[in-house]
């Protein structure tokens, strides 16, 4: 039990570094772009 809520951790922390990287590259295409 333990160790499946430690890899469903897990797999929230690398789906938020995800999103959080995505984002962030979004956000520099988009000042690119304005620039």
Do not use: A, F, P
């Not at 809520?5 to 922390?13: A, C, F, G, N, Q």
């Amino acid at each position: 039990m333990r160790d499946d809520s430690s890899r469903t951790t897990e797999k929230l922390k690398n789906l938020l570094y995800i999103i959080g990287v995505s984002m962030t590259c979004k956000s520099i295409t988009v000042t690119d772009s304005g620039i």
